[in-house]
Nanobody
Framework: QVQLVESGGGLVQAGGSLRLSCAASGRTFSRYAMGWFRQAPGKERELVAAISSSGSTYIAYSVKGRFTMSRDNAKNTVYLQMNSLKPEDTAVYYC?????????????????WGQGTQVTVSS
């Protein structure tokens, strides 16, 4: 079992940057593929970025060129660097862990979820 705690959300003006962190418990963190999802009011949860245990990443088209995802296995932490933020990036951002080394785009593939952190981008 792995527990996830997100941090780093907040209010930022359009064009600004935020870095989200997700700290994981457990000694097998390096074996998990990780994902960042977001959910805006009235919308479905969507995958923003994912990273495999080896470090290969997936970045959604809507944020490509603006967001990057990384992991530090020594710190049991994954990060989502968000630059050039837009009002449409406003959402609750969730960290998720998959019981497998390869990332997936399906939310149902991720068994472990954090509580989420709010990101609000003002225009």
């Amino acid at each position: 079992q792995v527990q996830l705690v997100e941090s780093g959300g907040g209010l930022v003006q359009a064009g600004g940057s935020l870095r989200l962190s997700c700290a994981a418990s457990g000694r097998t963190f390096s074996r998990y593929a990780m994902g960042w999802f977001r959910q805006a009011p009235g919308k479905e949860r969507e995958l923003v970025a994912a990273i495999s245990s080896s470090g290969s990443t997936y970045i959604a088209y809507s944020v490509k060129g603006r967001f990057t995802m990384s992991r530090d296995n020594a710190k049991n932490t994954v990060y989502l660097q968000m630059n050039s933020l837009k009002p449409e990036d406003t959402a609750v951002y969730y960290c998720a862990a998959r019981d497998g080394s390869i990332w997936s785009t399906g939310a149902h593939e991720y068994a472990h979820w954090g509580q989420g952190t709010q990101v609000t981008v003002s225009s």
